[in-house]
């Protein structure tokens, strides 16, 4: 389930809690050839992972169950009867290999393939060992998209098309419109790439003669260039993936919520039930909504930075590096503290705090002497040597008071006639041998004066030996 198959599913959610309604989870999964039977639970776990509850759906029952069409093969047969019965349906004998003779005979002709132009004139009776087709009364269609407006089509776009497989199992376009109906369905809301359907469901709504619920059609998400439907090769994750690298659910759904849809002003952060009191339909855009990760985690950031420090540390349970079990919770909360500012998402934790727990490689901090990333060390490399031996002893006297370093780290500034854009950057490598570290005072205050002390010594032996 990637960002466009939960946004629809989102969009439905939204308007569902707006009505104070019910939002349902249906598995349909007649298509058998592509039936994969851990897709279920994978759609349970990613609707739970964002707090997306459906009041009915196959694991929880409901007044118009089951839930999954596989098990409502009866309740179609039903229907495809009174359609049968009607004349509104027929057995198709057409073998596949005589479907593509078809196919191909009226594209030689340059005219559009209409089954219903190649209609049986006797078929068989209906035994269910064949494929069952609608009988389509092609006709002129007007109707209203909740998103889109007036929408119109010709007759052209009207056709037979098979209702019952010869397997036993109904189409979408079949099984769907009886479900709707069945469990009071008032909103459909889905993609774009069903519009040209959309007449086809018009004529069997009215062969079964049932009022058809509101459509919505969904303009895609699209490519981070904004020039084609978004895929797996434009980076298109799977929700689980984000919601298992520290993605914030509520974050999720806020970046979702506002991909191709806005409340008309330029609020960009909101809580769900902000969404759910805001959220209209009429209010989607009809261009397609651009994909951009950059936001997402721009957006994410912004949730992290908004949690309390008792919040975000239960929700960083399981990003923590393995080196930090042995520490105890007041320290970790300390250095949560501390790269909070910088997280975008949780599993950077790992990354910006394992210094915390496990001194720097010796290789590491080398590596970053002798090749900083920072602009000031790379245009004008200083003494490292002096600048660390000097750092050491102004931080011997210190109490390690977060107040008592940054009055002693400003005076080492104007002491050695350097700028904290060179001073600063030779401390980060030394006490944590990486290209990123929190604000340096906070850092040294949370590691104290015995490990800070120790790095640094470490630190200059490195560069005594030759880095």
């Given at each position: 389930m990637h960002v466009g198959g939960v946004r629809t599913a989102l969009f439905a959610w939204l308007v569902a809690k707006q009505a104070k309604g019910q939002f349902l989870l249906r598995i349909e999964d007649t298509d058998r050839t592509r039936h994969v039977e851990e897709s279920e639970q994978h759609i349970i776990d990613s609707l739970r992972a964002l707090g997306l509850d459906y009041n009915e759906g196959p694991d929880i029952g409901g007044s118009y169950g089951p839930y999954r069409q596989s098990e409502r093969l009866d309740i179609y047969r039903q229907w495809a009867q009174k359609l049968i019965d009607k004349d509104r349906a027929y057995a198709d004998p057409t073998a596949e290999d005589q479907l593509e003779h078809l196919r191909a005979e009226a594209k030689a002709a340059k005219k559009p393939f209409l089954y219903r132009n190649y209609r049986p004139t006797n078929p068989p009776k209906w035994s269910g060992r064949m494929a069952l087709r609608f009988k389509s009364e092609p006709k002129n269609y007007q109707w209203q998209d909740v998103v889109l407006g007036e929408?119109?089509?010709?007759?052209?776009?009207?056709?037979?098309?098979?209702?019952?497989?010869?397997?036993?199992?109904?189409?979408?376009?079949?099984?769907?419109?009886?479900?709707?109906?069945?469990?009071?369905?008032?909103?459909?809301?889905?993609s774009q790439e069903f519009l040209p359907s959309i007449p086809k469901f018009l004529n069997l709504y009215e062969a079964l003669e049932i009022e058809r619920p509101e459509l919505a059609t969904l303009p895609y998400v699209m490519g981070p260039e904004g020039k084609k439907k978004l895929s797996k090769r434009d980076g298109a994750k799977d929700v689980l993936e984000y919601v298992q690298e520290g993605y914030l659910p509520e974050a999720l759904i806020n970046f979702m919520a506002s991909l191709g849809w806005n409340d008309g002003t330029e609020q960009e952060i909101f809580s769900v039930d902000e969404l759910v009191k805001k959220f209209d339909l009429a209010r989607v855009q009809r261009a397609g909504a651009r994909f951009d990760e950059q936001r997402l985690m721009w957006m994410n950031g912004r949730y992290i930075r908004s949690l309390s420090l008792d919040k975000l540390y239960r929700r960083s349970a399981d990003f923590w590096p393995a080196k930090a079990e042995q520490a105890n919770e007041s320290y970790k909360k300390k250095?949560?503290?501390?790269?909070?500012?910088?997280?975008?998402?949780?599993?950077?934790?790992?990354?910006?705090?394992?210094?915390?727990?496990?001194?720097?490689?010796?290789?590491?901090?080398?590596?970053?002497?002798?090749?900083?990333?920072?602009?000031?060390?790379?245009?004008?490399?200083?003494?490292?040597?002096?600048?660390?031996?000097?750092?050491?002893?102004?931080?011997?006297?210190?109490?390690?008071?977060?107040?008592?370093?940054?009055?002693?780290?400003?005076?080492?500034?104007?002491?050695?006639?350097?700028?904290?854009?060179?001073l600063f950057p030779v401390v980060r490598i030394a006490i944590s041998g990486s290209s990123v570290s929190p604000e340096i005072f906070g850092t040294l205050e949370v590691l104290g004066r015995e490990e800070t002390l120790k790095r640094l010594d470490i630190a200059i032996t490195i560069l005594n030996q030759g880095a």
């Open positions: 929408l119109q089509t010709g007759q052209e776009a009207i056709d037979d098309f098979i209702i019952i497989k010869s397997d036993g199992f109904p189409t979408y376009n079949f099984a769907h419109i009886v479900d709707d109906h069945l469990m009071k369905i008032s909103h459909v809301i889905r250095v949560l503290g501390l790269v909070q500012e910088r997280l975008k998402f949780l599993a950077e934790l790992t990354t910006l705090s394992i210094f915390f727990f496990e001194a720097p490689s010796a290789d590491a901090v080398k590596n970053f002497y002798k090749n900083p990333v920072d602009k000031q060390l790379v245009k004008a490399p200083p003494d490292y040597g002096k600048f660390l031996s000097a750092l050491v002893d102004e931080l011997k006297a210190s109490d390690f008071s977060y107040s008592d370093i940054q009055a002693r780290l400003n005076d080492l500034l104007k002491k050695l006639d350097t700028k904290p854009a060179v």
